[in-house]
Nanobody, 124 residues
Framework: QVQLVESGGGLVQPGGSLRLSCAAS????????MAWYRQAPGKQRELVAV??????????NYAESVKGRFTISRDDAKRTGYLQMNSLKPEDTAVYYC???????????????WGQGTQVTVSS
């Protein structure tokens, strides 16, 4: 059974930084795209950043609102993805979810898995 577990959220002052982690576990064969989404109260879930697999070049893409402030990365040996968030703003407050497309020992077709989410609150 595959699990994605996020950690690293919390309360931070405007201008501060946080680093989110997303650890994948279970009978995983390969992890393809990894992404971070966020959902603020009363708003739709939105894509924050995505990174392709290393074999696909590790290409990254970001929402315009976080470009230059957030950095997505991954460590495939640890099966972990990261989101470094700098210069945080109150409008970054949301529940952040990680997402991964991966194959398992029982399914060779990639499926999408989600973590449970971690709260990020930016406030003075």
């Amino acid at each position: 059974q595959v699990q994605l577990v996020e950690s690293g959220g919390g309360l931070v002052q405007p201008g501060g930084s946080l680093r989110l982690s997303c650890a994948a576990s279970g009978n995983i064969l390969s992890i393809y795209n990894m992404a971070w989404y966020r959902q603020a109260p009363g708003k739709q879930r939105e894509l924050v950043a995505v990174i392709t697999s290393v074999t696909s070049g590790g290409v990254t893409n970001y929402a315009e609102s976080v470009k230059g402030r957030f950095t997505i990365s991954r460590d495939d040996a640890k099966r972990t993805g990261y989101l470094q968030m700098n210069s945080l703003k109150p409008e970054d407050t949301a529940v952040y979810y990680c997402n991964a497309d991966l194959t398992t020992s029982t399914s060779f077709r990639p499926s999408t898995y989600w973590g449970q989410g971690t709260q990020v609150t930016v406030s003075s």
